[in-house]
């Protein structure tokens, strides 16, 4: 295979992002599938995406728009 | 009358950061790509275009290699006289042709050159503006500035009044998010404006005396909690963190959090007498047309757009002021004193938990307050101590900024949780009949108040359930202006039993440093006092310990960072210990013991001083 690429958008590894890590994946064209250089996570754009929403649950609130942020 | 301002920052930055390594993939680096210039202007066009489309002024920040760019230049000329922006001069944005031919290094942050080449690039830069402009700026800045370089562009440039000066959380946490590639530190410091001392720009000045001459501002107005737990560039009033983040809805593009950010930096008005402040500087390569991590353009420029509107829109309904940078400084010189502290009651607003913290900043410390473990200080930093730290090359901390801790429970363990050792926290455990428990375990709510000049935290009540008998114990925590004190009254306001006695152990371990590692502790001395009668230890991880009944005072002075800490009861059968560690938990402990009944209120004391 030849030496892997960006994609179109630069994706990071959701893997690593759940553990607060900011890594770029790299494309591997031959594949269809990004891949992390740190841990062991691959995936094409669907899983990738698939997986990004998943790390979103930690954001419980993420959609509420707060007007008190008090608790008297 | 309240007032909530914003300072919205531009900077032409003719090489982006990251943009050079993301445009630029595959490619050999060269920062005199004209592609890479020609869109890095753009997008410095496309913020001022938003922020002036919303009725918005600009502080615009030169960057050494715009000096260089005719249209940069012109168009600041043009915005300064049709919309009344602010023409500065960052010390970000170094790097460019001119730049490394001259310097030879492909370093970029101000703070972490030698001081020899600190002046040389400040009279270089400035000097460079002066050719330019015909006067020199009022308002520079860099992601941090040491005291040092303050000092001496203060000297050199006395016009400079306000500088972007510090970003808040930046240290351990940014370093491994950034996979462990960003050598550069800088917790510790405050997360809203004030007036850098001369001798360490993250601890406030207390007088005339320390007044390094400048109001410093943070770069972003960052969420006191989420950046305290977690990534600092993923939660601050910078709407392409956010995306960074992924705090967006990736059907709508809606981010409510964004919104919620602002709107609880407007409510700190409540404890900062009527004052409020929001900051917003989004580097040009943010908005890189090819799209930022998940994030396609369009994403980008809209959620900066967003960002803009809203501002506007509050603008136009008279809840705020857009100022610029010179601005704001003489209205915070006019609005504060100096030992007037930064408070905020700080509530979780993305994940839900309802969460609290309480921080708390003046020229002597800056304190965190937690509610989810029962009011205990998970954050200390003593700047008292007003620690001389020189940072950069030449120095012992080329890349270490951040102003040491005596606590910080995400580095050290806080309440601890695992089978061996100690965290650092300042909490309370009470015992009875062979039971104990720890306030850390009592989650609560604080309301604040201010009675004078002192500042108070009420906190909710709290039940302890031994086996047979129940404490309903109230906590009360001060804060008295300029003092150096925090104040920890214990109300017993209910026993199950009346005639019940309970064991209260009010305890602080702490430790010194500025990251998880630990430090040489070697040296620290602890101490028990009573009237001339003094006992003490010098720390060399022998697990000693000292017990004196009735002690005025417990103190450990830690020489590394010059600081000596404190305590005191005012409990009639208060018995004062200190503890020293060991190799596996190198902390040590200062606290006090007391019996105490019910409807009784005892009152415990931290002070923190300068030791040398």
């Known amino acids: 295979m030849a030496q892997a690429g960006k994609g179109k958008l630069n994706y990071r590894c959701p893997s690593c992002f759940m553990r607060d890590l900011d890594i770029d994946m790299f494309y591997q064209k031959e594949t269809d599938e990004f891949y992390c250089i740190r841990c062991q996570y691959r995936g094409n754009e669907k899983d990738v995406l698939e997986k990004n929403e998943m790390v979103r649950f930690r954001y419980g609130a993420m959609a509420k728009r707060y007007t008190k942020f008090d608790f008297d | ?612």
Not at chain 2, 98 to 110: A, L, P, V
Not at chain 2, 167 to 176: I, N, V
Not at chain 2, 532 to 540: A, D, F, H, W
Request: proline share 4%.
């Open chain 2, 1 to 612: 009358m309240d007032k909530f301002i914003v300072n919205i920052i531009h900077r032409p930055e003719m090489v982006p950061e990251y943009a050079e390594k993301v445009t630029g993939h595959g490619k050999e680096e060269d920062i005199g790509r004209k592609a890479l210039l020609t869109e890095s202007l753009d997008i410095f066009k496309f913020q001022q275009e938003m922020a002036h489309k919303y009725g918005l002024k600009t502080t615009i920040q030169m960057t050494y290699a715009s000096l260089f760019n005719e249209e940069a230049v012109q168009i600041a000329k043009e915005h300064h006289e049709k919309y009344g922006d602010e023409i500065a001069l960052s010390l970000l944005g170094l790097p460019c042709t001119e730049f490394r031919e001259k310097y030879k290094t492909k370093d970029f942050c101000i703070w972490m050159f030698s001081m020899e080449d600190k002046k040389s690039i400040v009279d270089d830069v400035f000097g460079k503006f002066y050719d330019i402009f015909g006067f020199y700026p009022e308002s520079t800045g860099s992601y941090y500035m040491d005291a040092d370089l303050i000092n001496y562009v203060k000297e050199a440039y006395p016009s400079v009044k306000c500088a972007v000066a510090t970003c808040w959380e930046e240290g351990p946490k940014a370093y491994h998010t950034c996979n462990n590639s960003w050598y550069t530190f800088m917790d510790g410091g405050p997360w809203n404006p004030w007036i850098p001392s001369k001798q360490n720009s993250h601890a406030p000045a207390a007088n005339e005396a320390e007044d390094s001459g400048i109001v410093a501002i943070p770069h972003l107005s960052r969420d006191l909690l989420a950046c305290y737990d977690g990534n600092g560039s993923n939660f601050g009033t910078h709407p392409q963190n956010v995306l960074r983040g992924m705090i967006y809805d990736t059907e709508t593009w809606d981010y409510p959090y964004l919104y919620n950010l602002i709107d609880q930096y407007r409510d700190l008005e409540k404890y900062n007498n009527g004052y409020a402040y929001n900051m917003m500087f989004v580097g040009p390569g943010w908005l890189n047309k090819m799209g930022r991590w998940e994030a396609p353009y369009e994403l980008l420029a809209k959620s900066y757009e967003d960002g803009m509107k809203y501002y506007g829109e509050l603008k136009e309904q008279g809840k705020l002021t857009d100022m610029t940078m010179a601005e704001f400084a003489d209205y915070y010189r006019q609005k504060k004193t100096y030992t007037e502290p930064e408070c905020a009651l700080w509530r979780d607003i993305l994940y839900g938990s309802d969460k609290q913290l309480f921080w708390y900043c003046d020229p002597y410390m800056r304190a965190c307050v937690n509610m989810d473990q029962g009011g205990a200080i998970v954050d200390l930093r003593p700047y008292a101590a007003k620690l001389e730290w020189p940072v950069g090359i030449g120095t012992k901390h080329v890349t270490d900024a951040s102003y040491p801790f005596l606590i910080q429970e995400k580095y050290r363990a806080g309440y601890f949780t695992h089978y061996a050792g100690e965290g650092t926290v300042r909490s309370a455990k009470l015992k009875y009949n062979g039971e104990e428990v720890d306030l850390c375990l009592c989650r609560t709510k604080a309301h604040f108040s201010q009675e004078g000049n002192t500042r108070v935290l009420t906190l909710d009540p709290v039940d302890i359930e031994f086996y047979d008998l129940t404490v309903k114990l109230q906590s009360v925590i001060s804060f008295e202006e300029g003092s150096s004190d925090i104040k920890i009254e214990r109300r017993i306001l209910e026993m199950s039993n009346p005639e019940a006695q309970v064991e209260i152990n009010e305890y602080m371990v702490a430790c010194y440093g500025t990251t998880e590692y630990s430090e040489d502790m070697t040296g620290i001395t602890l101490s028990a006092k009573k009237g001339e009668e003094v006992q003490s230890l010098s720390y060399e991880y022998k697990c000693r310990d000292i017990e004196m009944a009735g002690a005025d005072e417990v103190r450990a002075i830690v020489p590394q960072i010059e600081t000596a800490v404190s305590m005191r009861s005012n409990a009639e059968t208060a018995v004062g210990y200190v503890k020293e560690g060991y190799a596996f938990s190198p902390m040590f402990t200062l606290g006090y013991t007391a019996q105490v009944k019910d409807k009784e209120v005892i009152a415990t004391w931290l002070k923190l001083e300068k030791a040398n």
